[in-house]
């Protein structure tokens, strides 16, 4: 069996015929089936595979992730006499790196000490892994006419802490950004993947680290099957370099090639087009029509609507009182309703603010800083007080952390008594504060 793409628009169950056919496969007991998903998805693919089963487990199927299948054959095949290094070691090692080279980097020097930002760099490593970008290439880069000054900066920077990351790696350590590639060398006949059919849902595209897996796996086994959302009735359009589905298109074509490369026998694919995700006309038509680039009247409309509001917190009020209505007068619940917007960053204040007004119970998923957690501020501002010697923004960074037990009105009175007399370092220490007070009274003076 060669590479066959399964193809269709969102909603035309392009997942559900893959669980369908590897239940089907693993009744006949013919192959073993693995489906690899992105990470984030694999513990919801196991439950929807598990319960379209019908039962309350599967024994020839499973789901796994890239990094998941990595895991899976180094266990059998080994990393060698490496050490592995996870996320914390990669952090500690690029600190040292950048406190061994602080004389010699010029663009980021100002923010090596910034909150955040050995994440970023290390964000920044992971990526030249993935799509295999060497320290030559960075300094091919850094070279190139017509680049301004910072630019030339940065990149030179990048290039003198990546060649140095990847020589600290080559003492004796191995990277988990290094798995895949790993992965692809690993991979052989001897791993009693013999007899199995993979599957490949939920990817946008892929890295060149997967591409080469993908490969690997082309080469050895049988690689069936790859859900792909794109409109088989918009072709012409997806080799246009900002048509909504380009990504998928390019690959598909670099899938497609890798097939001919290896001299697999091509399968004709699978086009799925009728919609069972949207339950009405207007909801299909909306995602049929959406990504054409000209005019196109929708024939009816009744369950979409446009409003235009004055300010981002008139359109927050004006959708808690639309639900509020839906709940109230046509029985919804609230977990049946869901607020979707593509710029959290700017709704999330007023949408907290709100909603908690309207007394709409709500889960926002955005993404916190472990730094902003309660108890985390609590635990910094505590070492804060001591190495610092009571600091003003320490002391109140802790009682505001809301695990003190002064209450909001008592830390506000402590706070203007505190800036009043300038309160600070050994004055903490004090058994009592008599800043204020007359000698002769107990009366306060203005």
């Known amino acids: 069996m060669g590479l066959r793409f399964i193809i269709g628009r969102a909603g035309t169950g392009k997942t559900h015929l893959c669980i369908e056919e590897i239940i089907h496969q693993s009744n006949t007991g013919a192959k073993r089936q693995i489906l690899i998903v992105p990470e984030q998805f694999t513990s919801q693919a196991e439950r929807d595979l598990i319960a379209a089963t019908g039962q309350n487990a599967i024994l020839t199927a499973e789901v796994l992730s890239f990094g998941r299948l990595a895991h899976r054959v180094f266990s059998k095949k080994g990393i060698g006499n490496r050490l592995p290094l996870g996320d914390i070691g990669k ?26 930002f050995i994440n970023q760099l290390g964000l920044t490593i992971s990526e030249f892994f993935q799509y295999r970008i060497s320290p030559e290439d960075t300094e091919t880069l850094a070279q190139a006419e017509g680049l301004s ?66 490969r690997r796996l082309l080469q050895l086994f049988h690689t069936p099957r790859d859900s792909r959302e794109l409109r088989p009735d918009a072709v012409h359009l997806l080799g246009q370099q900002f048509a909504p589905f ?73 959708t808690a009182g639309k639900i509020l209505r839906l709940v109230r007068e046509e029985g919804l619940r609230f977990r049946q309703i869901a607020i979707v917007t593509n710029a959290m960053e700017a709704y999330e204040k007023s949408l907290r603010g709100i909603l908690e007004e309207y007394e709409i119970p709500c889960f926002i998923d955005a993404r916190r800083e472990t730094t902003a957690h309660p108890l985390v501020t609590l635990l910094t501002s505590l070492l804060d007080i001591l190495v610092y010697d009571f600091k003003y923004e320490a002391v109140f960074s802790y009682l505001k952390s809301g695990l003190s037990l002064l209450s909001t009105e008592e830390i506000d009175i402590l706070e203007n008594y505190v800036l009043a007399y300038g309160i600070k370092g050994w004055k903490w220490r004090q058994d ?15």
Request: charged fraction near 30%.
């Open 91 to 116: 952090a500690m090692a690029l600190r040292k790196i950048l406190l061994a080279e602080k004389d010699n980097i010029s663009y980021f020097h100002s923010v090596l000490e910034q909150p955040g």
């Open 149 to 214: 000054h910072a630019a030339r900066e940065k990149l030179t920077d990048l290039n003198r802490i990546y060649r140095s990351y990847l020589d600290f790696l080559r003492q004796e350590y191995i990277s988990a950004d290094e798995t895949l590639g790993l992965l692809a060398e690993r991979l052989d006949e001897s791993l009693g993947f013999a007899d199995t059919e993979f599957w490949l849902d939920g990817f946008y595209g892929f890295t060149p680290q997967e591409y080469s897996v993908i």
């Open 246 to 318: 380009y990504e998928p298109y390019l690959t598909k074509k670099k899938l497609l090639a890798l097939a001919e490369e290896l001299q697999l026998a091509p399968v004709p694919p699978t086009l799925l087009e009728k919609n069972f995700r949207a339950e009405t006309d207007a909801l299909r038509n909306l995602e049929q029509e959406y990504f054409h680039s000209f005019f196109r009247k929708a024939p009816l409309a009744e369950s979409v609507h446009v409003v235009a509001c004055p300010s981002l917190q008139e359109e927050i009020r004006f």
């Open 432 to 446: 009592t504060w008599d800043y204020g007070i007359q000698r002769e009274g107990a009366e306060a003076v203005d």
